[in-house]
């Protein structure tokens, strides 16, 4: 089993809608939860950081994290053709031998088509 | 600036070549990482550099090796590369070695 599990999809949405992306974890000891945007053949941009269990927002983004439910999500409003690309998340430990070391999901494809 | 640049953008080498990588950063960032990331998966961590000091090394080939000049400054060594050694090179950096990390654009390595 891996650590992270992310659906890979493709997941193909209309412009407009509500996206919503997930991932589970088996690993209590992570604190940091990011999510990252990933075009092609470009590196992976940083879209969301969370510490620990609660919600974000950002304009049109918002992370949730259930530590509880070992559970997070990155809701897009209001998608845009320009949101198509894999999104990636992201998690990792503060101290212990695997300090600095990012443990990453599949990446979820998002199309969103106009 | 909040940004992680890398040079050369694209490069091919043959496999009795020596070349390297750059990764620049002006954040601050105490923290420096290489990642290596093939087609359709998500980017492996090769190095982890904190405070200039080489902390993590996740069993990567000795025909990588990493250089840390500066707290600014990483490098990635290559020297006789296989095919399977194509792939997009990451550099990132962090504030710390614990939360996020900012990447930057890849460079793109064919060997030949």
């Known amino acids: 089993q891996k650590e992270v599990e992310q659906d890979p999809g493709p997941l193909s949405v209309p412009e407009g809608a509500i996206v919503s992306l997930n991932c589970t974890y088996s690993?209590?000891?992570?604190?940091?939860f990011m999510w990252y945007r990933q075009y092609s053949r470009k590196g992976p941009e940083l879209l969301m950081y969370t510490y620990s269990s609660g919600n974000k927002e950002d304009g049109r983004f918002t992370a949730q994290v259930d530590k509880s439910s070992k559970y997070i999500s990155l809701f897009i409003r209001d998608s845009q053709p320009s949101d198509s690309a894999t999104y990636l998340c992201a998690m990792s430990r503060s101290g212990g031998t695997s300090y600095g070391k990012l443990t990453f999901g599949q990446g979820t494809i998002l199309t969103v088509h106009p | 600036d909040t940004e992680v640049t890398q040079t050369p953008k694209h490069l091919v080498m043959g496999m009795t070549n020596k070349k390297s990588l750059k990764c620049e950063q002006h954040?601050?960032?105490?923290?420096m990482y290489w990642y290596k990331q093939k087609a359709k998966k998500p980017p492996e961590l090769m190095f982890v550099?904190?405070?200039?000091?080489?902390?993590i090394n996740e069993s990567v080939p000795s025909r990588f090796s990493p250089e840390c000049p500066n707290s600014s400054l990483l490098n990635l060594h290559l020297h006789a590369l296989q095919p399977e050694d194509s792939a997009l090179y990451l550099c990132a950096s962090s504030p710390l070695a614990s939360g996020a990390q900012y990447f930057g654009p890849g460079t793109r390595l064919t060997v030949l």
């Open positions: 954040m601050g960032h105490r923290a």
């Open positions: 690993n209590s000891a992570f604190q940091y």
């Open positions: 550099y904190s405070y200039e000091k080489l902390s």
